[in-house]
């Protein structure tokens, strides 16, 4: 573990130098997926909470997206290869990936963003509705930044989930010894998956590196869980003021 290991380029199949394009090309990947799964996640959860109280059409919902958190993850690999590679011609690519990332991470997005809006307490809207404020005024200043904090935990929590999958994404990325994408539509490399095919040929020094990006991965999961944490009681602080 050093500068170079982290921010350097791989020479000889990633045997070599360092894994910078992995790590650019994971949080690119997983920055896709969040711009995907947040605001769906997030305003599903506003229209089941606020502004639905059809029973049925609740419970459809719900049960859809249980049974979404509950698919194994290599079945959302094999949905972006048909969908993305085969259907729409996209391929392997930066935009593929982070896609699939979002889906499965929207179920976890969704159940915590609910949580946070039913945990406002119903006083403090019903005192907005007596001073005269409508619905949409309501929750844009009353629900969404009591709820804040508790969104933007859940949000955090699932980025760390998103980076450490490797079935997911195993068809929707290229390991290349040194590419940096530009465009969502470029190819790109991942953490995970360059693990997954350097401890598939296990040498020795194909397994030293690998323990290296394992070591990565955990330090960048750590580091997501404490920010969570930290930016949740900053935010909780405030709407508390």
Same mark, same amino acid.
């Given at each position: 573990?050093? %500068?170079?290991?982290?921010?350097?380029?791989?020479?000889?199949?990633?045997?070599?130098?360092?894994?910078? $394009?992995?790590?650019?090309?994971?949080?690119?990947?997983?920055?896709?997926?969040?711009?995907?799964?947040? $605001?769906?996640?997030?305003?599903?959860?506003?229209?089941?909470?606020?502004?639905?109280?059809?029973?049925?059409?609740?419970?459809?919902?719900?049960?859809?997206?249980?049974?979404?958190?509950?698919?194994?993850?290599?079945?959302?690999?094999?949905? *972006?290869?048909?969908?993305?590679?085969?259907?729409?011609?996209?391929? $392997?690519?930066?935009?593929?990936?982070?896609?699939?990332?979002?889906?499965?991470?929207?179920?976890?997005?969704?159940?915590?963003?609910?949580?946070?809006?039913?945990?406002?307490?119903?006083?403090?809207?019903? *005192?907005?509705?007596?001073?005269?404020?409508?619905?949409?005024?309501?929750?844009?200043?009353?629900?969404?930044?009591?709820?804040?904090?508790?969104?933007?935990? *859940?949000?955090?929590?699932?980025?760390?989930?998103?980076?450490?999958?490797?079935?997911?994404?195993?068809?929707?990325?290229?390991?290349?010894?040194?590419?940096?994408?530009?465009?969502?539509?470029?190819?790109?490399?991942?953490?995970?998956?360059?693990?997954?095919?350097?401890?598939?040929?296990?040498?020795?020094?194909?397994?030293?590196?690998?323990? *290296? %990006?394992?070591?990565?991965?955990?330090?960048?999961?750590?580091?997501?869980?404490?920010?969570?944490?930290?930016?949740?009681?900053?935010?909780?602080?405030?709407?508390?003021?």
């Amino acid at each position: 573990m050093s %500068i170079e290991f982290i921010f350097g380029w791989p020479r000889e199949d990633w045997e070599q130098g360092g894994i910078f $394009p992995a790590i650019f090309g994971t949080f690119y990947m997983v920055f896709i997926s969040l711009i995907f799964a947040m $605001p769906i996640g997030a305003g599903a959860s506003v229209f089941l909470v606020e502004f639905t109280r059809n029973e049925k059409l609740i419970n459809m919902i719900s049960t859809l997206v249980d049974s979404l958190n509950a698919i194994p993850s290599i079945v959302f690999g094999l949905l *972006g290869l048909a969908l993305f590679v085969s259907y729409l011609k996209i391929g $392997p690519s930066v935009l593929a990936a982070g896609l699939i990332l979002g889906f499965m991470i929207l179920p976890t997005v969704m159940r915590t963003s609910e949580v946070a809006i039913r945990s406002v307490p119903i006083s403090e809207k019903e *005192g907005s509705y007596a001073l005269g404020a409508t619905k949409l005024q309501t929750i844009s200043r009353i629900v969404l930044p009591r709820a804040l904090p508790g969104i933007v935990t *859940g949000v955090i929590l699932a980025l760390g989930r998103a980076i450490g999958e490797t079935a997911p994404i195993i068809f929707l990325v290229i390991m290349t010894p040194a590419l940096i994408p530009i465009s969502p539509l470029d190819q790109n490399n991942a953490l995970t998956y360059v693990l997954y095919m350097l401890a598939a040929e296990q040498t020795p020094r194909r397994i030293e590196v690998a323990f *290296g %990006i394992s070591l990565v991965l955990i330090s960048i999961v750590l580091f997501l869980n404490y920010t969570a944490r930290f930016i949740n009681n900053y935010l909780s602080r405030d709407v508390n003021r």
